[in-house]
């Protein structure tokens, strides 16, 4: 990746916002530019805009919407939401960022559904952990390529060019003040795009291994479970234009994902009884913690790690797909007691049946046991390019370059500065608000200009 100064470039095509990235956080940001008055264009590299999103459960979290009002919820303020993510956080979340995002969350889910016609709904049950009242709002499907094609429906309907097969590696600058960018196609041809305002939306850099390995060391060489083109361009086209980064140690992280079959077993079964056991058969942490605080914990373990549980939670759990699949594998051992287990699991019985017999957690297991061989996981990263509360791009001393806009995970998250604070949702809650605000902040800059 890289940036060239030629002020005086000439371009094939000139356009008011140019979108880097497809996913959530691109096409909300075309679809605000588009509401706002300006043409705008998404560069997308692959085939199909797929992105993180696609690979979620498509769920967001937002404050105040016309769901909530509908479900009797109408006390979920942008107040009450930022403490709960500020909680989670530790503190540690830039609180002019978040204040921001919570604002702007219900008003964004409102006008996806009431502009765009999005198919959302209010997630039905109790909130999710961490979370003070029910504000996860989805497709019905809860799935994340069904939230991708909803977004790509209103993309269309909106008459918006998304442009595939478009991977830009360079951008074109004059000084700091973005010109256009240079599009490369799978045949090695190139076209140049010239723009008045530029939003990154390419996501993050768990895909990047020098990258992981430089900013987060406790999960390199950890699976990583996420979009292998979020390559970190974004980071590395801001610092070449001297813009600041932010929280680069956080991420969403998994601490139960079966190896070598690359499927998350749910956590569920850990927060509902089981545990997490070492090559010697010994409970090595407090699985109340999370799945993402204790990714790091799994991988630093010297050796295989496995979930365990008892049959309660075995048969619960068939009526998922991915347990399921674990099963049909031959990923699950099995044992009448705690020594066929260990011996399923070439564990110390000792140590094992040890470790059941003095475990003092609610619900307790009892015999039969299963276990499922684990690692951690790399999710996503949630530190990126420093922004203000425009989703403007800023420089190490709070000043914003002059036409750069970044959102999702290209800028920097609101899960403070490790794996520990990242609160359920915080992905697409940042890339649909931050684009909202990005399409929108680009556009207006954009179109008064001569």
Excluded at 34 to 54: M, Q
Excluded at 243 to 269: K, N, R, Y
Excluded at 352 to 379: C, M, R
Aim: net charge negative.
């Amino acid at each position: 990746m890289s940036v060239i100064d030629d002020p005086g470039s000439a371009f094939d095509l000139t356009v008011p916002v140019v979108v880097i990235g497809g996913g959530a956080c691109g096409l909300v940001a075309a679809l605000s530019a588009h509401d706002n008055g300006a043409e705008v264009i998404v560069l997308e590299r692959d085939p199909v805009p797929k992105g993180s999103t696609a690979l979620s459960s498509g769920m967001i979290t937002a404050c105040g919407t016309a769901l909530q009002k509908a479900a009797d919820i109408d006390d979920d303020t942008a107040e009450l939401f930022a403490r709960d993510i500020q909680s989670k956080a530790g503190g540690k979340a830039d609180p002019h960022l978040l204040a921001a995002i919570c604002a702007g969350s219900g008003p964004a889910i409102d006008w996806l559904i009431e502009c765009h016609n999005m198919d959302l709904v209010l997630v039905d049950g109790p909130p999710y952990p961490g979370h003070s009242r029910q504000r996860t709002h989805a497709p019905p499907t809860n799935s994340g390529a069904d939230l991708m094609a909803d977004l790509l429906r209103a993309v269309d309907a909106a008459h918006i060019d998304v442009i595939c097969n478009a991977t830009v590696k360079e951008l074109i600058v004059d000084g700091d003040k973005v010109s256009g960018v240079v599009i490369t196609r799978p045949d090695g041809s190139s076209e140049r795009l010239g723009c008045q305002t530029l939003v990154l939306a390419s996501s993050g850099f768990g895909g990047n291994a020098d990258m992981v390995k430089s900013w987060l060391p406790d999960m390199a060489g950890s699976i990583y479970f996420g979009h292998e083109g979020n390559q970190g361009e974004a980071v590395l086209w801001g610092q070449a234009l001297g813009a600041a980064c932010e929280d680069m140690g956080a991420f969403q992280g998994h601490g139960s994902v079966a190896t070598p079959h690359a499927i998350t077993v749910s956590w569920a079964l850990l927060n509902n009884g089981g545990i997490l056991v070492n090559q010697n058969g010994i409970r090595f942490c407090d699985e109340s913690l999370g799945a993402s605080e204790l990714a790091a914990t799994v991988c630093q373990q010297d050796g295989n790690v496995w979930s365990v549980i008892d049959q309660s939670l075995y048969d619960g759990a068939l009526r998922f797909a991915d347990f399921k699949n674990l099963q049909n594998l031959g990923a699950i051992k099995s044992g009448m007691t705690a020594a066929e287990l260990a011996q399923a699991c070439r564990l110390p019985a000792p140590a094992l049946e040890q470790t059941l017999a003095t475990l003092k957690k609610s619900p307790a297991l009892t015999a039969p046991y299963h276990a499922i061989k684990v690692t951690g996981a790399l999710l996503q990263t949630q530190g990126g390019l420093a922004i203000d509360s425009d989703a403007r791009v800023k420089r190490p001393d709070g000043s914003t370059l002059p036409n750069l806009f970044a959102g999702g995970g290209a800028a920097r998250g609101i899960s403070g500065t490790d794996g520990s604070g990242y609160l359920s949702c915080n992905g697409l809650l940042s890339a649909v608000t931050l684009g909202r605000i990005a399409g929108r902040e680009a556009a207006i800059q954009a179109t008064a200009l001569p």
